[in-house]
């Protein structure tokens, strides 16, 4: 999605029909330059889930590849956000909620897994990711969980069993 905020970005945060989700799932998004956030034009409908500030940013270059937008309908005091040190590729939120009278939790994973063709040093390994992820699960073990991400560029992953953390992955 990167493009600049003028572009990609901007047309799909505008985008009525993104808009009307509780949770969106972004891939490569648009970074500010000057601050740890990316374009967020609709404030009021969604909140927005950034990566830790703790992420190293070396010359210019913003590893940060994962964000989500949580619809303002959701509770704040609902959701728990997991990021990772160092690592720009991977987010998890925890959603508290009500199913059948129950109180239930869902834990939703961001990923983004970088192509071969991407610089070590611009961001986290497909490899690195794949291994934070493994381990991510086993944090949620007893919840519901999604793992959203585009893994077509990737030949890391693939259609498969799922492991014993229930993430599909070889």
């Known amino acids: 999605?990167?493009?600049?905020?003028?572009?990609?970005?901007?047309?799909?945060?505008?985008?009525?029909?993104?808009?009307?989700h509780d949770i969106i799932a972004v891939q490569e998004p648009w970074c500010n330059p000057f601050q740890a956030t990316t374009h967020h034009p609709e404030k009021g409908r969604h909140h927005l889930i950034w990566p830790s500030e703790n992420i190293p940013k070396e010359s210019g270059i913003n590893p940060v590849r994962v964000c989500l937008f949580v619809n303002t309908r959701i509770d704040p005091a609902s959701v728990q956000v997991f990021n990772y040190p160092d690592v720009g590729t991977l987010q998890t939120i925890l959603i508290k909620h009500r199913q059948d009278g129950t109180?239930?939790?869902?834990?939703?994973?961001?990923?983004?897994?970088?192509?071969?063709?991407?610089?070590?040093?611009?961001?986290?390994?497909?490899?690195?990711?794949?291994?934070?992820?493994?381990?991510?699960?086993?944090?949620?073990?007893?919840?519901?969980?999604?793992?959203?991400?585009?893994?077509?560029?990737?030949?890391?992953?693939?259609?498969?069993?799922?492991?014993?953390?229930?993430?599909?992955?070889?």
């Open 1 to 20: 999605m990167r493009k600049d905020k003028n572009g990609t970005m901007a047309e799909f945060m505008r985008d009525e029909e993104v808009l009307a």
């Open 103 to 170: 109180t239930k939790k869902i834990a939703i994973h961001n990923v983004y897994l970088a192509s071969g063709e991407a610089r070590a040093e611009e961001v986290t390994s497909a490899k690195d990711t794949i291994q934070q992820l493994r381990e991510a699960p086993e944090h949620h073990r007893s919840h519901d969980q999604i793992v959203l991400g585009d893994f077509i560029s990737t030949p890391t992953i693939k259609t498969g069993p799922l492991d014993g953390a229930g993430v599909i992955l070889t």
